[in-house]
């Protein structure tokens, strides 16, 4: 069901013509096929070839469709394009970065200052941490990559196979991250980064939950409680 679903997307974005949607569900279904593989020589052949497989039948059936024909050019316009200007647009941004004072450089020139100077954005991530929050923005920012490359080590080397269950999720979760960025500001549409918070959070609390114990108790979910801290007993009498 799982490769299903990951095919689906894969297909919808192929009809989108978005090349970074292609890339990004390309890269999670590659992820979840090294994983479940368990890094085992021939089950990753025999994954990769059914996958291989559906691509070269779904590829055969649509050869001469109209859709696929303009998506090919879109993928052959790539190095043409630049990125549909978003490479342009980061050089700008160092040019200008470059040319800024030391505190522009070191605190940015504030949020959406990119829009609001040059009526577009700058369409990655990098380009635009560096512009509106300068280089402690952009240290932050990369800080928080180390930080996710480090919880998916942890979840990947836990013992506790219930632990190791997410590694595939949230393996998918950072890769749709990672290359997002570089083809859109992610941080800058909430929709997008609410995503984030509410996938993060929801998947910590469930790591912690099998961590530490946590009781189903509501309270105990709100402010992790662990079952080992003293609870006040009072008694009421009537």
Known sequence: MKYLLILIVVLCTVFAFKRAGIFVSAAILMVNIIIDARFKFKRLIVYSLICVGIFATT?????????????EQRMNNISEDKGSGRLTNLKGVFAEMERASIETQLIGNGFMSFMAKHRRMVDNEIGSMLYYFGWVGLAIYGIMHVILLKRILFIAKHPNPEIRRFLSSYTSFYVVVAIYTMAGEFFTYHYLFCMFFIYAGTVEGLISNKLYGFTNNLLNNLYGFTNNLPIKQTNRTA
């Open 59 to 71: 590829y055969s059936l649509m050869e001469n469709n109209e859709n696929l024909l303009r998506l």
